[in-house]
């Protein structure tokens, strides 16, 4: 199970829930998460993608503790079981 799986795995459910998974690039902040998840209803969560087992690393970590500060969401996920529980959380209903 590769990360390139799982973040193609990721966008097609954020679509399917008619938002938006967008790739986050930002050349002077450093350790950003990979995507933002756009959902109906102006929902924002952030999404570091991972392979399996692999950890955040040090400044992944503080910039997801900034977003969590701010009052985001921001999340690691690294199994296809993440993204059904977060497909579950912002729907309501099993996946």
């Known amino acids: 199970m590769q990360e390139s799986r799982l973040e193609r795995r990721l966008e097609r459910e954020v679509k399917r829930l008619g938002g938006i998974a967008a790739k986050w690039v930002s050349p002077g902040l450093a350790g950003v998460p990979d995507r933002i998840l756009l959902f109906p209803g102006g929902r924002i969560i952030f999404v570091e993608m991972k392979a399996p087992g692999k950890p955040l690393r ?38």
Not at 58 to 74: D, S
């Open 58 to 95: 040090v400044l992944q970590a503080k910039r997801r503790q900034q977003l969590t500060n701010l009052g985001f969401k921001a999340i690691k996920i690294d199994s296809d079981q993440q993204i059904d529980d977060l497909i579950r959380e912002v729907t309501g209903n099993e996946v």
